[in-house]
């Protein structure tokens, strides 16, 4: 006796688009270079922008004239792209009637206001050979205001003395207020001195006002570097200074040969006082170290007392050096007894930090406060680490080692995924997120915290966190994945694979941040099916309770089928979105378990409706159908109230192939009873 029993799902699907940024170099299109903000008529000689009256520029002998007028006031627009016919410059010498830093540019020695409007414009085959100390394309004497925007510079450039850079060789402490906006450098870069940079060589402040401003906006670095000399940077080598520094909206896409100490992606060496600030900034390409340490995507060193903070950053330059390289930061200490802080927030790496020797780190190299009696403060909040970090010794997914006294460190809501190795057969300190700490660290507190990352030495204890039994280190709802590390030494809760897997890990973690108030682009989240892990900024997972399961979704209210009221058959279905676009289809049904004896046999079919407006299904998908006999694979699970499951997934569902309405079909052979007990609807 057989009787087919029918249950028909209408399901919602959420379809997705994302769009992924490429940073890899690229030639310069007809569409960057038309982007003009105003058309200036041919025999203009003058213009007016947003209030503001330009001297208009053409050629390349008027751009190398530019001069202030008789209030010192320097206001220029390009009319056109400019080629400089690769014809070699090198920065003027200072005479009394020139600047006293030197410039290509010989714009006068009392630059009060300067105005570069590039106008969406270009300036190429710009061939530069400085030599001597301070140059750059434009002289830097001012005393007020500097600003470039919406240009993009074609160069390659050779600097044979220190403070050197394509823009500015030195601004020093007499500029308020430096601009730079919608401002790309491409091509090469060569430097055998210290303190130089695409943008600027060395930009000091500290002898002026805490007013002061150096501001990076939406500019970018794509250029071939070869750093020969210490503290070279993509876009300013030495940064010091009282006032404030921000970078916002910035990227660099690089291939850098570092030669020697301090090689950054954004800045060489970062000393001072004031505040630096990175927001939504982004580092790619490699850097490959022939010599040398403190390597880094974004600040190669700082050793400073100032405050520096990391907002909704990316690292993808891929480091490969000697030792104490990092993601983002080669190394940090402070400098005299002051209360400096780094902070980072929502930042990820995806660069693989590799060096030959210790002291390597996801996000930071090594962190030290060997002239401060007051307390470092380094904080990660809701940061993670794809990458992998690779070193000889003493090398963290996030932080390589806390050295010295007087350290707090702190990670809320962070996750470290990238795999950590060491490659001595001496190795003793290993972590999931710090690889050593010294014993004079004040403390080390972590909240809400995921390790999923192997962690992978020959030799020692292998650690989900860090290391130290000597430091104060609190963990608060943290988790790590079972099976890691061979050697595991730690206190956060240990949980399997397919725990992970489910969405459980996913929504403890979001439970608990709901609770301190976290928001939700700081949450954990996953999308089921797709991701194995939780993710930060990923979707939202909730829980739910079936015949005495409990079940994790991307939905937060379940769709339950309910029967007639005296049997005890009910469905229960997910829709879930894989990373490719396609869409699964999880179900699971609960049965009586009270007749299970008297079942003979029992099956599934699938079958999915056709797209709306007659569209028919792929052909791979058409008349789809998902057959799997329960008894005979073994997969029937005992619910504890005697209930029995069965779940399935169908995968692969083109989302532009299906209106979402599938049909369920359960076959059941046996007795009346057990297939009465086992009723969702009956079919016709």
Not at 513 to 541: C, H, M, N, W, Y
Request: hydrophobic letters at 35%; proline letters at 2%; glycine letters at 12%.
């Amino acid at each position: 006796m057989k009787r087919i029993l029918i249950v028909l799902l209408t399901l919602a699907v959420l379809l997705t688009t994302v769009a992924v940024p490429t940073l890899a170099q690229e030639e310069t299109t007809q569409e960057e270079t038309e982007r003009e903000l105003v058309s200036i008529a041919d025999d203009a000689t003058t213009v007016e922008l947003n209030g503001v009256t330009y001297q208009v520029v053409r050629t390349k002998a008027e751009f190398l004239a530019m001069k202030p007028n008789d209030e010192y006031v320097a206001n220029f627009i390009l009319a056109n792209d400019i080629d400089f016919g690769n014809e070699e410059l090198k920065a003027q010498m200072g005479t009394s009637d020139e600047p006293s830093t030197p410039g290509v540019v010989n714009a006068g020695n009392k630059l009060h206001n300067f105005i570069l409007e590039g106008n969406g414009h270009r300036i190429f085959n710009l061939k530069l050979n400085f030599t001597a100390s301070g140059s750059g394309l434009f002289p830097t004497a001012t005393y007020r205001t500097l600003t470039i925007r919406h240009l993009t510079v074609e160069t390659d450039a050779t600097f044979g003395a220190e403070k050197c850079g394509v823009l500015f060789g030195s601004i020093p402490k007499d500029a308020r207020e430096t601009l730079l906006e919608d401002v790309t450098i491409k091509g090469t870069i060569s430097s055998s001195s210290s303190k130089c940079g695409a943008f600027i060589g060395s930009y000091d402040n500290s002898a002026n006002e805490s007013t002061n401003k150096l501001t990076f906006s939406g500019c970018a670095m794509k250029a071939q570097i070869d750093a020969g000399a210490i503290q070279t940077g993509g876009y300013v080598g030495f940064l010091s200074g009282t006032g404030t520094v921000s970078f916002t909206d910035c990227s660099v896409d690089a291939q850098i040969t570092a030669g020697n100490n301090r090689i950054g992606g954004y800045v060489g060496s970062l000393n001072g006082t004031g505040e630096v600030s990175f927001a939504n900034c982004t580092s790619a390409g490699e850097m490959t170290g022939t010599g040398g340490k403190w390597f880094s995507g974004f600040v190669s060193a700082i050793y400073t007392t100032c405050n520096v903070t990391f907002t909704d950053c990316t690292n993808e330059m891929n480091l490969n050096g000697n030792q104490k390289n990092g993601g983002f930061i080669g190394g940090c200490s402070s400098a005299s007894n002051a209360t400096p802080t780094v902070t980072f927030r929502r930042c990820v790496n995806r660069g693989s930090v590799t060096g030959t020797g210790s002291y390597q780190g996801g996000f930071v190299g090594e962190v030290g406060n060997n002239k401060s009696t007051t307390a470092y403060q380094l904080s990660f909040y809701a940061c993670t680490n794809l990458g992998s970090v690779t070193g000889s010794n003493q090398s963290g997914g996030m932080v390589g080692i806390v050295a010295d006294k007087n350290l707090d460190v702190l990670f809320s809501d962070c996750a470290n995924v990238g795999t950590v190795k060491a490659t001595s057969e001496e190795t003793k300190y290993t972590g999931g997120y710090i690889g050593r700490v010294y014993d004079g660290a004040k403390s080390l507190t972590y909240t809400r915290c995921l390790s999923a990352g192997t962690i992978d030495a020959p030799k020692g204890i292998t650690y989900s966190t860090d290391y130290n039994d000597d430091v104060k280190c609190v963990l608060t709802d943290c988790y790590d994945l079972s099976g890691i590390s061979t050697n595991r030494k730690g206190d956060s809760n240990e949980v399997s694979e397919e725990r992970m897997r489910s969405g459980e890990v996913t929504f403890l973690l979001r439970s608990a941040q709901k609770a301190a108030g976290v928001s939700e682009a700081e949450r954990f989240g996953q999308t089921i099916g797709a991701e194995r892990i939780p993710l930060i900024g990923g979707k939202a997972v909730y829980e739910h309770e079936f015949d005495g399961r409990k079940y994790y979704s991307g939905n937060e209210s379940a769709t339950v089928i309910q029967p007639e009221e005296e049997n005890r058959a009910k469905a229960y279905y997910q829709t879930m979105q894989a990373s490719d676009g396609t869409q699964s289809v999880r179900i699971v049904i609960c049965m009586d378990g009270a007749y299970l004896n008297e079942i003979e046999a029992l099956s599934l079919e699938v079958v999915f409706g056709t797209a709306t407006g007659g569209k028919k299904l792929t052909a791979d998908l058409e008349d789809v159908h998902f057959w799997r006999s329960i008894l005979a694979a073994g997969e029937l699970a005992q619910a504890a109230d005697g209930c029995v499951l069965m779940a399935f997934v169908v995968e692969g569902i083109p989302a532009d192939a299906w209106n979402g309405e599938l049909s369920v079909s359960m076959t059941v052979t046996g007795s009346e009873r057990a297939m009465a007990s086992y009723t969702l609807t009956t079919a016709d």
